[in-house]
């Protein structure tokens, strides 16, 4: 069983800071890609920022030079820090991974709630 945790959600006032962690345990052979979405009410669900397994990573236009993705492979853990936030940031952030154990598959976590007040 492989399960999918985050952690790190929370209040923040805009232009402040907040760092997510996402860990992921079970029976895992390996993780590839590993990365971040969030769903703002009335919203659909999008992605936020992703990283491979060597490290390469990808960010949405709206988070580039504010977010950065980062991940601990030896702790099978990603974490997204995010810097000068906005009230749009305001969202249920959802880890994702595609895990090996042995067959791939993309396993989500449950959802940190973010809220940026003006």
């Known amino acids: 069983q492989v399960q999918l945790v985050e952690s790190g959600g929370g209040l923040a006032q805009a232009g402040g800071s907040l760092r997510l962690s996402c860990e992921a345990s079970g029976s895992i052979f390996s993780i590839n890609a590993m990365g971040w979405y969030r769903q703002a009410p009335g919203k659909q669900r999008e992605l936020v920022a992703v990283?491979?397994?060597?490290?390469?990573?990808n960010y949405a236009d709206s988070v580039k030079g504010r977010f950065t993705i980062s991940r601990d492979n030896a702790k099978n853990t990603v974490y997204l820090q995010m810097n000068s936030l906005k009230p749009d940031d305001t969202a249920v952030y959802y880890c994702?991974?595609?895990?090996?154990?042995?067959?791939?598959?993309?396993?989500w976590g449950k959802g940190t709630l973010v809220t940026v007040s003006s």
């Open positions: 990283i491979t397994s060597g490290g390469s990573t």
């Open positions: 994702n991974a595609h895990i090996v154990i042995p067959v791939g598959k993309y396993y």
